[in-house]
Every structure is written in C-alpha cells, then in structure tokens.
C-alpha cells in the first residue's frame, strides 16, 4: 500500500471507527462536526476527503439524509463493501487534481488527519480542495497540533517526534496545522474559526470508563510506526532500532498509566457569496 502503511486494512478501519467516537467526547454537544453547517436543509452535498466512518454519523445528524448526497474519497480503496446506504465512495490522492466537476460544487468539505501527505505543497493541496466549496459553503479541516511543553511521558514523546521526524522526511513542516488558519483565510474565506480540541489518551480522557479504549485506540495506529521506520534506510533518530521491538507494548503501559494529551487543531471558514 504505498504511501499509507498499515497494520491491516480491517484493524485500520476499526482504529478510525472507534477514534472518531472517542474524539466526539471532545466536540461541543457530541457532534462530529464544528462548522455551522445547517444539517436541516434538504439537498446538502458533503465532501469527506481521507473519509473512514465520518460520513455515517454526519448523515445521522441530517434532517432529511435522503435528500442529502454525500461523497467520501481515500487515497486506497480500504472502503466498506459494499458501501452504507446513501453514501458513494472512491478512491482520491489529494495532492492530484480533483475532479473538474467538483469545483464549487459541495455545501460543506470535511477533511481530517492527512494533510501531512501534503509535503511542501500545504498550500496548494488545500487550496486544491477549498475549490471544491461552492459560494456560502464551508470548509473544516482537522489536523495533530502536538504540542512542545515536554510534560508527557517518555515513549509517548517518542511518538510525536518519530511522527513530526517522519513528516519532515516528507517534506511537511512539524508545525504545518499552526498555518491553516492562515492558508484559510488566504483562500479568500471568510468566518474562519480555529480551536484546538486538547483530546486526551488513557488515563488523561475525559471519561474513565473509556480510559483503556482510547489508549488502546492510540497504540493500534502507533503499530504503523515501526512498519514505517523498518522501511527508512538507516531507522529515524527518535527510536533507535534496538528499541522497537516492544515499544507499542511500552507506549500502552505509560497511557494507560499515565495518559498523554493529543491535541487536534481544527480549522473552519465559509466561501463568500457570489
């Protein structure tokens, strides 16, 4: 699976299932969206790009979810099979061109968690999707922030530095979601919004009796980091080869034990009326 290296796609889409309940916990009113989008509208067209569970419960806050058509696109075909009723989806690389046909097209675009495939082309990309924003409709992104203070535990902060390492290995700035509000208003939206929603993991989320499930939730991605670094000539500097071998093993223990914050910055902006 190139350019997207996991566990296995079942275990994947669990992971993402489970972690967009988790970060629920996090959104005013349990919503699984910020942006002021009127959900009781007939006909909204809705965007999901890096869509994993997302547009099933964006449908179930819908007023009339028939009339609504709603499009989820990922880099890999690792879609249900075959799809939820009312939902279509394909596969899309966000950093190839869209469809010409989408341009100002969509009510509302939502995207989470994949920008760091962005490389140096941060702007570009999403400017590539604020396009698809018809005139009055709204755009949200949802990006890591991970943050500096070095009050989290040691193997955790393995972690956030073996990601922003890797992402700097592509090319992406460590501190590229700090620049999407800016990038957002760039694009010429107006009303733009950012919160950082300070998600906890383990013994820091915010309801103990789903304590456990979120750290466990944060581990099942953390798996894709050593089949990432094995795959880098020469391993990366936040973990040294010799401490691979147990170190999900490791990290579950701290967040169960100790927990970590991880926080997500959340960016949202409406397109002008023609």
């Known amino acids: 699976m190139s350019n997207y290296n996991i566990v296995s796609v079942e275990e994947e889409n669990k992971r993402l299932e489970q972690g967009l309940e988790l970060t629920r916990a996090y959104i005013p009113d349990g919503k699984v969206f910020l942006a002021p989008v009127d959900t009781s509208r007939d006909g909204l ?52 061109p869209w469809p010409e046909s989408w341009k100002s097209d969509f009510d509302y675009v939502h995207q989470s968690l994949v920008l760091f495939q962005a490389r140096p082309k941060l702007s570009e990309v999403v400017n590539s999707i604020a396009e698809l924003v018809k005139p009055g409709g709204w755009i949200e992104l949802t990006e890591p922030q991970p943050d500096d203070s070095g009050s989290e535990g040691p193997v955790f902060t393995q972690f956030i530095n073996t990601m922003r390492e890797l992402w700097t290995l592509k090319g992406t700035p460590k501190d590229y979601a700090s620049n999407l509000e800016g990038i957002i208003k760039d694009a010429g939206f107006v009303d733009v919004k950012s919160i950082l929603l300070p998600v906890g ?9 789903l304590a456990d499930a979120s750290a466990e939730n944060m581990v099942a991605g ?10 880098i000539p020469g391993g990366v500097k936040s973990i040294p080869a010799e401490e691979l071998e147990g170190w999900t093993e490791r990290l579950e223990a701290e967040l169960k034990s100790k927990g970590a914050i991880f926080p997500l910055r959340v960016v949202y902006g409406r397109k002008p009326d023609a």
């Open 222 to 231: 953390a798996k894709n980091i050593p089949i990432t670094v094995k795959l």
């Open 201 to 209: 993991m383990g013994a820091k989320f915010k309801k103990p009796e």
């Open 45 to 96: 067209k809705v965007l999901d790009s890096a869509a994993s569970y997302w547009l099933s419960q964006f449908q179930a806050s819908l007023k009339n979810p028939d009339s609504a058509t709603l499009i989820g696109t990922d880099l890999q075909d690792r879609f249900p099979n075959p799809p939820r009723p009312g939902i279509q989806l394909q596969t899309q690389d966000i950093t190839k």
